[in-house]
């Protein structure tokens, strides 16, 4: 039997992912690799939606990622690997709100591996957060 395209590993000699939903690893076996940048809370006109709303944003964060994984032929059952990028203003309180929506986008089974960063600022004012993806297209 071959192996799977991608496997998501998370070693009990590591700490437990536990709520936050990501693997520690990500391996691709095969497959192509599309790598997408940051991606933001603006539409394809560059508006910038759900202005304060950090729902709003994160939603239309994973419709652009969705968007952009389909224009590369894949899906985002795809992800291998998210980056996420918030600034520091979001009360922390309010990050739990993104995983509900994540979760509505990815495998839930197979979480991509992740990193979130906190940051003092992104390139545009009104952004809250920045997401960017690893996606490993089956061949």
């Known amino acids: 039997m071959s192996k799977p395209s991608k496997e998501f590993i998370s070693p009990k000699t590591l ?3 536990g709520p936050a939903g990501y693997s520690h ?4 076996n095969r497959g192509t690799i599309v790598y997408l940048s940051g991606q933001v809370p603006s539409d394809a006109s560059g508006k910038v939606v759900g202005e304060g709303d950090f729902e709003a ?7 652009n990622l969705k968007i952009a994984l389909e224009a590369a032929g894949g ?3 795809d992800i291998v690997k998210l980056n996420y990028y918030l600034i520091a203003e979001v009360d922390q309180a309010t990050v739990p709100k993104l995983r509900p929506i994540r979760d509505r986008y990815l ?3 197979n ?6 960063v906190v940051v003092s600022r992104l390139m545009r004012p009104g ?4 997401i960017e993806a690893v996606a490993a297209i089956d061949p």
């Open 15 to 17: 700490i437990a992912p």
């Open 25 to 28: 690893i990500a391996k691709v």
């Open 57 to 63: 944003q994160v939603e239309q964060i994973f419709r």
């Open 75 to 77: 899906t985002m059952a």
């Open 107 to 109: 495998n839930v089974e």
């Open 111 to 116: 979480p991509p591996a992740s990193t979130f």
């Open 127 to 130: 952004w809250l957060i920045e």
